[in-house]
Every structure is written in C-alpha cells, then in structure tokens.
C-alpha cells in the first residue's frame, strides 16, 4: 500500500512563514511529478505548484515570489515553504504525486489526506 503522508500546516499570522512536507511510503519503484493543490471553503482545489521529476517548477500566479516548491527524491518527499502569508492563503493542502510502483507497469495518481493551513489577519 503507497500513501502520502502531510505534516506542517497550522496557524500562523499574515506574513508569517509555514514550511509543508510530503512524505511518499510503500512499494514505490518510482515517482514522477509531484504537486501541492489547496482547497477554500466553498471553493474548487486550485494548483499551487507543481514539480517535475527533473526539478523544473511552475506556481499558480497569486503565490510566486511567496512559495517554493522542492523535492527530495531520495526520500520521496515533496516540500512546500510559504513565505508572506496573506489571510486569502487558508486553505487544506493537499498533495499530490504520480507514482509508480514495485512490480507496476503504470503510473497511478496519489493524493494525501490534507494539511489545514490559516492564516490570520
């Protein structure tokens, strides 16, 4: 069984500083784009920042220059450090990657459980 596993959000004051970790566990041969999506109330689950395997990045418009999307893929974990918050940044976070398995021949589509990041005004 593969899951993905998110740590890190909380609440934290407008200009504040959180950093969000994914971690990938189980049979995984490999993984290749990873990703952090978030979810308002009463809103649709938007792409905050995407990463490829190779490290190339790209970021919704309303978080560039405040967010940093890394990976460390020795350790299957995906980051997310969000700098500058502004109140409009609540939301659940939740990852994503596209893993492939030991044994598998395709690449399935993982999402984690959701991380709840508020940002006070």
């Known amino acids: 069984q593969v899951q993905l596993v998110e740590s890190g959000g909380g609440l934290v004051q407008a200009g504040g500083s959180l950093r969000l970790s994914c971690a990938a566990s189980?049979?995984?041969?490999?993984?290749?784009?990873m990703g952090w999506y978030r979810q308002a109330p009463g809103k649709e689950r938007d792409l905050v920042a995407h990463?490829?395997?190779?490290?190339?990045?790209t970021y919704a418009d309303s978080v560039k220059g405040r967010f940093t999307i890394s990976r460390d893929n020795a350790k299957n974990t995906v980051y997310l450090q969000m700098n500058s918050l502004k109140p409009e940044d609540t939301a659940v976070y939740y990852c994503?990657?596209?893993?492939?398995?030991?044994?598998?021949?395709?690449?399935?589509?993982?999402w984690g459980q959701g991380t709840l990041v508020t940002v006070s005004s």
């Open positions: 189980g049979s995984i041969a490999a993984i290749n784009a």
């Open positions: 994503n990657a596209h893993a492939r398995m030991v044994l598998g021949l395709r690449y399935l589509e993982l």
């Open positions: 990463i490829t395997s190779g490290g190339s990045t």
